[in-house]
């Protein structure tokens, strides 16, 4: 059943299958709520409700012009919108590439929306870009944020650049690609959360994970290391699990749906009563000092209310998003070191010992960023961008 809801004027369509527990599965870039073709039967058929929406700028989901519209906090209020529209309070989420990204935020800032959370591919934010090997494969971002530079980049002789990412339904995603408009708007999505100035700021801060959570990688991901998945570790104060699949490359659930399907199943019926695999449940008291530190970060926190139209016409508030601007400004963001490969050895030293002294700094004074705060959220509440900024 195909339903829209109605987002501060976006329309957010999405899907819905089957009846019971609700899981939530959301996509990343270049994708729609198409990938999960091969996950919605076998939940459906397990008793699960499945919810895929076509994420804000892909499938039949409007596409809004300005990047800031695609910031994290306006992508996780269509998680929220959706939800709300369903009645549902808590779900489990899914999520891979962005969706992953995505997930993530929603489990750090919204933990009351999320019952158990799965990320394919794509680690935990506060972890992504500790290593020069995951940096030098991120050198894309980069490209991506020249608006009309990668539009080319991307589709010229054939769309010849993105076949090369391996996509295993090339055809039909540069199909869907054109007839929706979607290359912009997925490419607003790195623009947005992914600032030049990321590359070389302060690491990320989220609030540790408190949710059961998975993480599963592939060993043929070209994007994307082992080490930025597992050390997600650090930064779930909940139950961790982490599986590895050898021989799909990025897009696995494509590749391997049976064995992402029976992952999901395992853990979403039996969370983890029966772990397999590479699994390591991690306690509070081992979260990383970073991690602790964001807990007094999050005691000046903001809610960011966002405002939704439910399918017969209602308009309602979406509750529980608590935003922190050092949380979500460079969301899954790299440092720029993508053509300095001759040098990166002893760029990675500095790198390092730069990172520890920010961790180290990060117990004694935590910031909160407010500039995230976006327009929009600042009007919600009734505060003034400007005077809010000047609060930092």
């Known amino acids: 059943m195909s339903r829209v809801v109605d987002v501060n004027g976006i329309g957010i369509e999405y899907q819905v299958t ?56 306006r992508l996780a ?10 009645e549902i309070g808590q779900a489990h989420i899914v ?50 944020q020249f608006p009309g530079i990668a539009e080319r980049w991307l589709s010229d002789d054939n769309w010849a650049n993105f076949r090369r990412a391996g996509h295993p339904d090339a055809d039909q995603v540069i199909a869907d690609l054109e007839a929706n408009g979607s290359l ?44 930025q998945m597992t050390d997600s570790a650090e930064n779930v104060a909940g139950p961790w699990r982490y599986e590895r699949l050898d021989g799909p490359g990025h897009w696995l659930q494509l590749e391997a749906p049976d064995q992402v399907n029976a992952l999901l199943l395992d853990f979403l019926r039996n969370g983890l009563a029966n772990q397999r695999g590479r ?20 005691a000046r926190r903001v809610i960011a209310r966002t405002i939704a139209t439910d399918r017969n016409g209602r308009r309602f508030l979406v509750p529980g998003l608590w935003a922190t601007g050092s949380a979500l400004s460079g969301a899954g963001t790299p440092v720029v070191l993508a053509t300095m490969r001759a040098a990166s050895s002893r760029i990675g030293m500095l790198l390092r010992c730069d990172a520890r002294r920010r961790m180290s700094n990060a117990s004694a004074s935590p910031q909160l960023e407010w500039a995230m705060m976006t327009p929009l959220a600042c009007s919600i509440i009734g505060m003034d961008s400007s005077r809010a900024s000047s609060r930092a």
Not at 77 to 86: H, K, Q, R, S, Y
Request: proline fraction near 8%.
């Open 18 to 73: 089957g009846q019971g527990r609700p899981v939530v599965l959301l996509h990343g870039f270049p994708d729609s709520g198409r990938l999960w073709r091969n996950q919605v039967p076998a939940l459906a058929g397990a008793g699960f409700q499945v919810i895929v929406p076509d994420l804000r700028g892909y499938g039949r989901s409007d596409k809004p012009e300005a990047v800031e519209a695609y910031s994290m906090t």
């Open 184 to 227: 912009t708007p997925g490419l607003n999505w790195y623009r947005a959360n992914v600032a030049p100035e990321s590359w070389v700021g302060p690491p990320v801060q989220l609030p540790p994970v408190q949710a059961p959570t998975m993480g599963i990688w592939s060993t043929r991901d070209g994007a994307l290391t082992e080490v």
């Open 77 to 86: 209020g269509d998680v929220t919108a959706v939800l709300a529209d369903l």
């Open 95 to 144: 999520g891979h590439d962005w969706g992953a990204g995505l997930a993530w935020v929603l489990a750090s800032l919204a933990p009351g929306h999320v019952d158990h959370l799965v990320v394919l591919s794509v680690g935990n934010p506060v972890t992504f870009r500790r290593t020069v090997e995951q940096c030098e494969k991120s050198w894309y971002m980069l490209l991506f």
């Open 279 to 298: 699994s390591c449940p991690v306690a509070a008291s081992n979260v990383s000092t970073a991690a602790r530190a964001t807990k007094a970060t999050v």
